[in-house]
């Protein structure tokens, strides 16, 4: 079985999917889009050795392809009708996140996708850690007794991209990349209820058009009774970034290093005994294969499109939190 692949939005983490596509057997790169034609094409030469079809309006390729699956990886800023129109094409679905930078949008997304019934998949690709995997498998056991406490720390120093640093393009540092961490904290510890956050531009106040926030920080409230903080800043180390997060249950004082290193501590005996898990999977290539399964054997991926939306929610909601200066009800798409 060969399944023709497109992607829309051929820039930087394009590369990786398309890295990962270029190795997977059963995968034939048939079609790029970039409104960049340039972009396009060198992804064809790269990738597809110059065979694959070039786009610069992804409506046209959408229709004209036919394709299994269809990467979207276009800046928040730049979503509009292109996860309806491969719904309505039946075609199936890899996209970034944010999946949008409105609840509105990212609802017609979840609606048309399941109107359509084709799979999705969200780039959330930290769900797919071997150590979270690890402690998503002890919560399933009910193993780790109840959730207390998430706390997550974000760390870099950059000016990324241009339409990065406008908050009109990405919606911020946290809606476009803490945003991770935040889905980690929905993924481990369940649906949020309220947030009261807080958020401010220290040090890049003079960057020009830099009108997102620099530092952040933020206490969520679960349905469960559990609490999490998640704090960011770009003001850190330069070109380092530094992502970790621990997890307090009855039963389990865990503290990931990252998405496949972790340290669990157990709590439940009186002496101390701890489980290492460390690896280097390749979390890309794990939320692609992961996505080729649900297609061949017709079942629901580990992030599908409505998990997009839940996770945009609750950033949506942070933002709201600082703006308005009030703790803010998360509302559950
Ligand atoms: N999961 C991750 O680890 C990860 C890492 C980086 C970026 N991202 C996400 O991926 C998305 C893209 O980020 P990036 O860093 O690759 O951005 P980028 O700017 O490097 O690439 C985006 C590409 O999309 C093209 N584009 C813009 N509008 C278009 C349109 N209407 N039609 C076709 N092409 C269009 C641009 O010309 C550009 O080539 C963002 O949502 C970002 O948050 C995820």
């Known amino acids: 079985m060969t399944l023709r692949v497109g992607i829309i939005g051929c820039g930087g983490i394009a590369n990786k999917h398309a890295e990962v596509l270029s190795r997977i057997k059963e995968i034939s790169l048939v079609a790029f889009c970039d409104i960049i034609e340039g972009n396009a094409k060198s992804f064809n030469e790269k990738y597809a050795k110059g065979k694959a079809n070039v786009y610069t309006d992804y409506t046209k390729m959408l229709e004209k392809e036919r394709l299994d699956i269809v990467y979207i990886c276009l800046p928040p800023f730049a979503h509009g009708n292109e996860v309806e129109i491969a719904a309505e094409n039946h ?10 930078l409105s609840l509105e949008l990212a609802k017609n997304m979840v609606r048309v996708t399941e109107k359509y019934s084709v799979k999705t998949q969200v780039g959330f690709m930290s769900r797919f850690g071997s150590a979270v995997e690890y402690f998503k498998n002890l919560e399933s056991k009910d ?3 109840n959730l207390v406490l998430f706390i ?4 870099c120093n950059s000016l990324h991209s241009p339409w990065w640093r406008e908050k009109a393009k990405s919606g911020g540092q946290v809606v476009e990349q ?3 961490l935040y889905d980690l904290s929905r993924y481990l510890m369940g649906e949020p209820k309220s947030t009261f956050s807080k958020m401010n531009n220290i040090l890049h106040k003079n960057v020009e058009n830099y009108t997102i926030e620099d530092v952040s920080a933020s206490v969520i409230k679960f349905k469960n009774g559990s609490l999490a903080t998640i704090a960011a800043t770009n003001c850190a180390i330069p070109n380092k970034w530094i992502f970790d997060f621990h997890v ?9 290093l990252s998405p496949n290193v972790v340290s ?3 709590t439940d005996i009186p002496w101390e005994n701890s489980i290492e898990i460390k690896s280097d999977r390749d979390l890309y290539e794990a939320e692609t294969l992961d996505l080729i399964s649900a297609i061949k054997e017709n079942k629901s991926t580990r992030t599908p499109m409505i998990e997009g939306a839940r996770s945009l929610s609750l950033v949506l909601s942070v933002v709201k939190s600082a703006e308005e200066n009030r703790e803010v009800e998360v509302e559950m798409v």
Do not use: D, L, Q
Not at 152 to 155: A, M
Not at 249 to 256: M, P, R
């Open 91 to 100: 075609t199936n679905i890899f996209i970034e996140k944010p999946i949008a």
């Open 143 to 145: 193993e780790t007794g």
């Open 152 to 155: 997550g720390r974000y760390f």
């Open 264 to 266: 669990i501590t157990k």
């Open 248 to 256: 307090v249950s009855k039963n389990y004082t865990s503290y990931f």
């Open 178 to 180: 803490i945003i991770h």
